[in-house]
């Protein structure tokens, strides 16, 4: 079975994914996305929730790319010095439970929902009103976080200077996206 997904950017007319196996996710048009399932093997779906368990979700397709965003809206609303974040195709999340969102504008002026329980006030996942057929979900409430390859760290200009990153990933003062 081959499933195929059109995503668009500002960066790049348009991202077409074409998913052919568990472990395979072939890109084309994009020099910022890469895939992780090939670095570690990923059983699908992907689970995870919050901490309280009221908010469940499941991924079922291999994310899209891993990221370490460092800008302050991050920081005030993780309350840690970056948020580690998956891409994931929109139509491959699936959410049981109640959650809130709160909406913030980002630098690029579209509105960024960022959704949390109720309950216990677990960072979940992210949409950008901008990127309807992509969502941001937080790797650290993955059933299984060590899955996690983070491909860049963003918005540096604005990380602590007792925040000490990867040397390794490749950075970028602001969104690399614009």
Avoid at 59 to 69: A, E, H, L, V
Avoid at 71 to 86: E, H, S, V
Avoid at 88 to 117: D, H, M, Q
Wanted: glycine fraction near 8%; proline fraction near 7%.
């Amino acid at each position: 079975m081959t499933l195929y997904c059109l995503l668009k950017f500002s960066y790049v007319r348009s991202i077409v994914l074409r998913f052919t196996g568990k472990s395979s996710l072939q890109l084309q048009g994009s020099k910022y996305l890469s895939v992780q399932s090939k670095e570690k093997n990923m059983e699908l779906p992907i689970t995870g929730g919050c901490l309280c368990g009221a908010v469940r979700y499941e991924i079922s397709t291999p994310p899209i790319s891993g990221f370490n965003c460092h800008c302050r809206t991050c920081q005030k609303a993780i309350g840690a010095p970056y948020f580690a974040g998956l891409f994931v195709p929109a139509s491959a999340l699936t959410i049981t439970g109640n959650y809130k969102e709160y909406a913030t504008v980002a630098a690029s002026g579209n509105t960024v929902y960022r959704a949390f329980c109720p309950e216990c006030g677990t960072s979940l996942f992210g949409r950008n009103s901008t990127f309807t057929d992509i969502r941001t979900v937080a790797a650290a409430t993955l059933d299984d976080p060590g899955i996690f390859q983070p491909k860049k760290d963003i918005w540096v200009a604005d990380a602590q200077p007792w925040d000490t990153m990867n040397p390794d990933l490749p950075k970028f003062d602001g969104n690399p996206w614009h």
